[in-house]
């Protein structure tokens, strides 16, 4: 049984920064890339960034150059690093585990992040 659990959602006021931090456990098959998803209210769940486990990030062109993932494969987490934030970032934020080439096959439960202006 694999379980995603996320911590360090919450509420912020434009500009700042917060940290998401997701910590996997459970047998994973790997090579496996580890990602943030963000889904609004009346939106698509979408990518916001990802990284393999040999450390190739993939960003979402609005988060490029605020949005920071990184990963520790000793500890199986993944944390990412928002900044600049804007209320355009308002979602509820999702960590998600993938075989490489394949599509999520393991969610957290999500953690809101409120971007006030």
């Known amino acids: 049984q694999v379980q995603l659990v996320e911590s360090g959602g919450g509420l912020v006021q434009a500009g700042g920064s917060l940290t998401l931090s997701c910590a996997a456990s459970?047998?994973?098959?790997?090579?496996?890339?580890m990602g943030w998803y963000r889904q609004a209210p009346g939106k698509q769940r979408e990518l916001v960034a990802d990284?393999?486990?040999?450390?190739?990030?993939n960003y979402a062109g609005s988060v490029k150059g605020r949005f920071i993932v990184s990963r520790d494969n000793g500890k199986n987490t993944v944390n990412l690093q928002m900044n600049k934030l804007t209320p355009e970032d308002t979602a509820i934020y999702y960590c998600?585990?993938?075989?490489?080439?394949?599509?999520?096959?393991?969610w957290g439960q999500g953690t809101q992040v409120t971007v006030s202006s």
């Open positions: 998600g585990v993938r075989p490489r080439f394949a599509p999520v096959v393991y």
């Open positions: 459970g047998s994973i098959f790997s090579p496996y890339t």
């Open positions: 990284i393999s486990s040999s450390g190739t990030t």
